[in-house]
């Protein structure tokens, strides 16, 4: 092995770390997002390099009474998502429980619990953020979760580091979790009260990682590689969660494993969103063989997709408002080629002003 091969080789085993069985390399995640963490992009994520890519939130309810279009979300790329990592959220225990029972059989191999959801209608409900405020309830559903799945599945949870800024409780919601068994913990360095304004605090995510020994992963604005190396080296943290820097941008993932910055072509972008339309469009629409919603529906849910990929493109905007008004694939394919063949990087739009245009906040539920 050459001197070049070994140096390598020792960081890529420095960088890994594993949540139970299963290895996590490189350590950069995709994050649960809503409408964005399907099968079709995580698959992408896996593709271009990411360690892990868990699904978006699953309600454990809708599991439990068997919802169809709830069991939908359980469809994973068997091959390529390895290890399949599922999120639920919900706030009690046997019906947690008896969701993770159902996700195992499924084959997830990594259940996360979202501790973390600031939405009104998940907290209501005793889930997402509110579990942050009942640490021992927090406890005891991961575990009675572990208990219900056994040692092959491990059971993960995302918080956010407080309900506001008077209750920056978690290093007590870490030691709480791992004590119940928690095979790792990713904090979005946020309290609940922010939701997705302001900026995250990194400096707790390293003092979470100082308090407790199983694997925390970081998350909060990270919009960039950059961004993603800069707070791991900062907090020493175990893993990164992308979640911003990944829409419309796969290509981070590459990146981030190679170590090369990525320029994509204007033909590897289009081919890829398209790809990635036609798989959308797929997912949406069938289930082992069942006719679920209808094309227009599919398409709607795409939009976002494409406001996302044509950042950073001449012309966007007019693209953008283009695209609401389409709602077959081959009204969609025929756009964005024409788009593709008279556009061109627009360096305006890697300005601060253009960047508030684009709005990534439903992809956070």
Same mark, same amino acid.
């Given at each position: 092995?050459?001197?070049?091969?070994?140096?390598?080789?020792?960081?890529?085993?420095?960088?890994?770390?594993?949540?139970?069985?299963?290895?996590?390399?490189?350590?950069?995640? %995709?994050?649960?997002?809503?409408?964005?963490?399907?099968?079709?992009?995580? !698959? +992408? =994520?896996? #593709?271009? *390099? $990411?360690?892990?890519?868990?699904?978006?939130?699953?309600?454990?309810?809708?599991?439990?009474?068997?919802?169809?279009?709830?069991?939908?979300?359980?469809?994973?790329?068997?091959?390529?998502?390895?290890?399949?990592?599922?999120? %639920?959220?919900?706030?009690?225990?046997?019906?947690?429980?008896?969701?993770? !029972? +159902? =996700?195992? #059989?499924? *084959? $997830?191999?990594?259940?996360?619990?979202?501790?973390?959801?600031?939405?009104?209608?998940?907290?209501?409900?005793?889930?997402?953020?509110?579990?942050?405020?009942?640490?021992?309830?927090?406890?005891?559903?991961?575990?009675?979760?572990?208990?219900?799945?056994?040692?092959?599945?491990?059971?993960?949870?995302?918080?956010?580091?407080?309900?506001?800024?008077?209750?920056?409780?978690?290093?007590?919601?870490?030691?709480?979790?791992?004590?119940?068994?928690?095979?790792?913990?990713?904090?979005?360095?946020?309290?609940?009260?922010?939701?997705?304004?302001?900026?995250?605090?990194?400096?707790?995510?390293?003092?979470?990682?100082?308090?407790?020994?199983?694997?925390?992963?970081?998350?909060?604005?990270?919009?960039?590689?950059?961004?993603?190396?800069?707070?791991?080296?900062?907090?020493?943290?175990?893993?990164?969660?992308?979640?911003?820097?990944?829409?419309?941008?796969?290509?981070?993932?590459?990146?981030?494993?190679?170590?090369?910055?990525?320029?994509?072509?204007?033909?590897?972008?289009?081919?890829?969103?398209?790809?990635?339309?036609?798989?959308?469009?797929?997912?949406?629409?069938?289930?082992?063989?069942?006719?679920?919603?209808?094309?227009?529906?599919?398409?709607?849910?795409?939009?976002?997709?494409?406001?996302?990929?044509?950042?950073?493109?001449?012309?966007?905007?007019?693209?953008?408002?283009?695209?609401?008004?389409?709602?077959?694939?081959?009204?969609?394919?025929?756009?964005?080629?024409?788009?593709?063949?008279?556009?061109?990087?627009?360096?305006?739009?890697?300005?601060?002003?253009?960047?508030?245009?684009?709005?990534?906040?439903?992809?956070?539920?």
């Amino acid at each position: 092995m050459s001197g070049l091969l070994f140096l390598i080789t020792c960081f890529a085993i420095y960088l890994m770390f594993y949540i139970g069985p299963y290895r996590i390399n490189p350590p950069y995640l %995709l994050a649960p997002m809503a409408g964005v963490s399907e099968m079709p992009f995580r !698959v +992408l =994520a896996f #593709e271009y *390099g $990411a360690g892990l890519a868990t699904t978006e939130l699953i309600s454990a309810k809708g599991l439990h009474h068997r919802n169809k279009r709830t069991e939908q979300y359980l469809t994973f790329n068997k091959e390529k998502e390895q290890p399949y990592s599922l999120q %639920l959220f919900g706030g009690e225990e046997d019906i947690m429980a008896n969701a993770a !029972v +159902l =996700a195992a #059989e499924a *084959g $997830a191999q990594i259940i996360d619990v979202n501790m973390g959801c600031p939405v009104k209608k998940v907290t209501k409900t005793g889930a997402g953020s509110a579990l942050l405020c009942d640490l021992k309830r927090a406890h005891d559903l991961i575990k009675t979760m572990r208990k219900a799945v056994g040692d092959k599945v491990s059971i993960t949870a995302k918080i956010r580091s407080g309900w506001d800024t008077h209750q920056l409780n978690f290093i007590d919601m870490g030691k709480a979790l791992e004590d119940a068994g928690c095979a790792a913990l990713a904090m979005h360095a946020r309290t609940r009260a922010q939701g997705y304004s302001g900026k995250a605090n990194w400096d707790l995510i390293g003092e979470l990682k100082n308090a407790v020994k199983m694997p925390i992963i970081g998350n909060g604005d990270v919009v960039t590689a950059d961004d993603a190396k800069r707070m791991k080296n900062y907090t020493n943290c175990d893993g990164v969660m992308i979640g911003r820097g990944a829409l419309g941008n796969p290509w981070i993932f590459k990146e981030l494993k190679t170590g090369i910055r990525q320029n994509p072509s204007l033909q590897e972008k289009q081919n890829l969103i398209l790809r990635h339309l036609e798989a959308h469009l797929n997912f949406h629409q069938t289930l082992n063989g069942f006719h679920l919603v209808s094309e227009l529906k599919a398409i709607r849910s795409f939009r976002s997709h494409l406001v996302w990929y044509s950042k950073g493109l001449q012309g966007a905007s007019t693209f953008r408002e283009q695209i609401m008004h389409l709602d077959t694939f081959e009204s969609v394919k025929s756009s964005l080629i024409q788009f593709f063949n008279t556009t061109r990087l627009d360096s305006y739009a890697f300005s601060s002003e253009a960047e508030e245009a684009i709005d990534y906040r439903q992809a956070f539920g």
